[in-house]
């Protein structure tokens, strides 16, 4: 069945450090791809998307790259704020899977101290 | 506001009792998930509705149980028989492939 897995946290960093959050599938066909974040003690809200191989999501100075040769897409950003602690979620939807499930990974939890 | 709403936030039961969580959605989407989140494990789904009327097991069903009399309300109950129901549960809907979450319920069962 189809997976995610994302890098091991909780990950900490100085503010204005780079982030890399590392996250790779598996998955018959061509899913979409989704970076989630989920604040302290509220629910998911959608960061960026890519649907579609060398496909850039964009949001809130955060990127990320559908990779399909390496069945990749790390999320990156140049600069963290305080405010980006918070924990990342990895998603995919399989194509064509007509009722549009998101398949989760674990989380990878960012705290970024000043 | 268009939005997703969870009630109440935080909800402590005795065990043994079943309990129900409510979901509202205002935003006229047809499809509606409950997601279950524990510490460390990600999100994962219980029940499903693409339709009013209709719902669908997820990977995790047992000890749950749902309805869908209205397109905007997703109800989920929390029966005894789920062996450990403390969790935090999140509800969704969703247009095409886009999910937006509520704010979630915390739920304690003592």
């Known amino acids: 069945g189809d997976s995610v897995t994302q890098m091991e946290g909780p990950v900490t960093l100085s503010e204005e450090a780079f982030l890399t959050i590392n996250c790779t599938y598996t998955?018959?066909?061509?899913?979409?791809l989704f970076w989630y974040v989920q604040y302290p003690g509220e629910g998911l809200q959608l960061l960026l998307k890519?649907?579609?191989?060398?496909d850039k999501g964009s949001n809130k100075g955060f990127e990320a790259t559908y990779r399909k040769e390496t069945t990749s897409f790390h999320l990156e950003k140049g600069s963290v704020q305080v405010s980006d602690s918070a924990v990342y979620f990895c998603?995919?939807?399989?194509?064509?899977?007509?009722?549009?499930?998101?398949?989760f990974g674990k989380g990878t939890k960012l705290s970024v101290i000043p | 506001d268009g939005g997703i709403t969870q009630s109440p936030k935080y909800l402590f039961r005795k065990e043994g009792q079943n309990v129900t969580l409510s979901c509202e959605q205002n935003?006229?989407?047809?499809?509606m998930y409950w997601y279950r989140q524990d510490p460390g494990q990600g999100l994962r789904l219980i029940y499903y509705?693409?339709?009013?009327?209709?719902?669908q097991k997820g990977d995790i069903a047992e000890g749950y149980s749902v309805s869908r009399e209205k397109k905007e309300s997703f109800p989920l109950t929390v029966t005894s028989a789920q062996k450990n129901p403390t969790a935090f549960y999140l509800c969704?809907?969703?247009?095409?492939?886009?999910?937006?979450f509520g704010p979630g319920t915390r739920l304690t069962v003592l």
């Open positions: 509705s693409q339709i009013v009327n209709d719902f």
């Open positions: 998955a018959t066909g061509y899913p979409s």
């Open positions: 998603a995919l939807i399989r194509a064509g899977a007509g009722s549009y499930q998101l398949t």
């Open positions: 969704a809907s969703s247009i095409a492939e886009l999910q937006f």
């Open positions: 935003l006229n989407h047809d499809a």
């Open positions: 890519a649907t579609k191989a060398d």
